[in-house]
């Protein structure tokens, strides 16, 4: 009923950029948090960035600087500007998305994006 749609990663060398960008569709009465987790080969998943449905964001240390999440609203998207990539950036994005409809009786349930691999290298 409601689905995620990722796009944008790839291959960049070092001290490029890429923009991820997370589009959800379908019956949705309302999107509360948005984020993005990255997972690299042998590591745990972690929460790469976030905003909240009145634009605060947080993100992750190692990204504070080079990383931008926004969110259009209007199109249900969530976006990661990603400047000054790095090898290890070099992950699987998943988008998550706090997101109520009818089918969750109106509860905020947390939804996943399928993925997409960013990779860094020269």
């Known amino acids: 009923q409601v689905q995620l749609v990722e796009s944008g990663g790839g291959l960049v060398q070092p001290g490029g950029s890429l923009r991820l960008s997370c589009a959800a569709s379908g019956s949705i009465f309302s999107i509360n948090r948005m984020g993005w987790y990255r997972q690299a080969p042998g590591k745990e998943s972690e929460l790469v960035a976030k905003?909240?449905?009145?634009?605060?964001?947080n993100y992750i240390d190692s990204v504070m600087g080079r990383f931008t999440i926004s969110r259009d609203n209007a199109k249900k998207t969530v976006y990661l500007q990603m400047n000054s990539l790095k090898p290890e950036d070099t992950a699987n994005y998943y988008c998550?998305?706090?997101?109520?409809?009818?089918?969750?009786?109106?509860?905020?349930?947390?939804?996943w994006g399928q993925g997409t691999l960013v990779t860094v290298s020269s």
């Open positions: 998550n998305v706090e997101v109520s409809g009818s089918w969750s009786d109106y509860r905020y349930l947390d939804l």
């Open positions: 905003i909240t449905s009145g634009g605060n964001t």
